[in-house]
């Protein structure tokens, strides 16, 4: 476990992240085909905001004592026959309060409805009273949900385009269409596991479901400008092929990454624990499902899936394929050459083992002074013993001349 948390930390391209792409390309797909399915089969569990329906909301303080949803639930069932949508209280202390979204009622159906919860909780209103006007009603309309949901798509489809268009000048369009197969895999996984699941979508799941692609894109940015920077000139060396550097680029941002999800679940699993759990804020509820979901998925095709799919649209080109040959056919050589130099014999190895150790002081005398080493001529040698001049007092001129 220990090595593991190093290499991640070290970033030194352990991780075979690319080299595996075709196995994330399986489970990708595959995840990707059963959330299309749930989604075109079942479809999704839509709120009153987009199929219209009822609202009713009462105190959740009685003269009875505090008022759960569990009991109005049952008076509900008892009174119409059906289950509501849902059932949730929202706010605290005083101004705490019990929200019933349902179907769309008809008038006899919500005179009954609201006597018979008065009957059974006496709800105390601002006042400070019991009365039957602090249960209030009223009626919601599946347009205003339509409404949101057109305009999500619009802001959905201009983020793309907005998106594609600073990618490709930034970048380059490999990258851009890499990079929008990711967010569109993000969007599906999470439309489809909100499928799978049953979540409700309301009108703040549409707005979450637009954050969370930010997010995603931002953590492909910045494993492809690690990419773009492994891979500058790359044409011109045979040190690494186009997979191997850009594998290395996503090694290096994997830490980063791990630790960007990390701290930005942290605050979403505060706003349900804090939001849900204390406040009891329903749409605080349906804002974190869609961002932690999100979140999870925007990291993991980031990592797993982004990156390989520019690798296999880089190595469409015939120039990185070359490339990836030239260093195929280098690594050739270097090892043919090792193999070579292997020793024979006995004999052999200590010739090696007397003259290695000069051939290294040698070769270390020479790296140190930056330039070959050659011997220097007996002339040369006697020139420079005549033109040394003594150090000291001796070294100044007297202004004699030496007969």
């Known amino acids: 476990m220990a090595s593991v948390f190093a290499r991640l930390y070290t970033g030194t391209g352990a991780f075979d992240v690319v080299g595996k792409r075709k196995t994330w390309y399986v489970v990708f797909g595959s995840l990707v085909l ?3 399915l749930s989604i075109v089969l079942r479809g999704f569990n839509l709120g009153i905001d987009f199929t219209g329906g009822t609202r009713i909301q ?3 303080t009685g003269t009875t004592g505090t008022i759960g949803t569990e009991q109005v639930q049952e008076v509900y069932q008892r009174v119409i026959g059906a289950e509501p949508a849902s059932v949730q209280s929202a706010g605290t202390g005083t101004s705490e309060s019990i929200l019933i979204r349902s179907e769309t009622l008809d008038p006899a159906q919500l ?6 919860l008065f009957d059974a909780f ?11 006007q602090a249960i209030s009603d009223s009626a919601v309309s599946g347009t205003w949900g339509g409404q949101i949901t057109t305009q999500a798509l619009i802001a959905l489809g201009v983020f793309l385009v907005l998106v594609t268009i600073f990618l490709a000048l930034y970048f380059e369009r490999s990258m851009a269409i890499a990079a929008l197969v990711a967010l569109l895999h993000d969007v599906v996984i999470t439309a489809g596991i909100y499928s799978i699941v049953g979540f409700e979508v309301t009108p703040s799941t549409v707005i979450g479901l637009l954050t969370i ?16 920077e492994n891979t500058r000139g790359l044409l011109g060396l045979t040190r690494r092929s186009y997979a191997e550097a850009a594998n290395l680029a996503l090694n290096q941002t994997l830490m980063r990454s791990i630790n960007t999800s990390l701290i930005a679940v942290l605050p979403v699993i505060g706003l349900m624990v804090i939001g849900v759990g204390l406040l009891g804020v329903g749409t605080l509820a349906d804002l974190a499902l869609v961002q932690m979901v999100g979140i999870v998925a925007g990291a993991a095709s980031s990592i797993l899936l982004a990156t390989p799919i520019l690798v296999d649209l880089k190595m469409r080109d015939p ?3 070359q490339q990836a040959e030239r260093v195929a056919a280098r690594r050739a050589r270097a090892g043919a050459r090792a193999g070579a130099a292997d020793p024979g014999d006995g004999a052999d190895e200590t010739e090696d083992a007397g003259t290695e150790p000069r051939q290294r002081a040698m070769a270390g005398h020479v ?6 080493a050659r011997q220097a001529k007996a002339s040369e040698r ?8 003594p150090t000291g007092k001796a070294s100044r001129p007297t202004g004699k001349r030496n007969r």
């Open 213 to 228: 692609l930010g997010f995603s894109l931002y953590d492909t940015v910045v494993v492809f400008d690690k990419v773009k």
């Open 122 to 132: 006496q709800p105390i209103g601002p006042d400070g009273q019991a009365s039957p």
């Open 58 to 60: 009462l105190p959740a």
């Open 111 to 116: 005179v009954s409805l609201k006597q018979a």
């Open 319 to 321: 120039r990185f394929r």
């Open 34 to 36: 059963i959330c299309l």
């Open 382 to 389: 006697r020139g420079a013993s005549r033109s040394a001049r």
């Open 367 to 372: 790296t140190a002074s930056g330039v070959p």
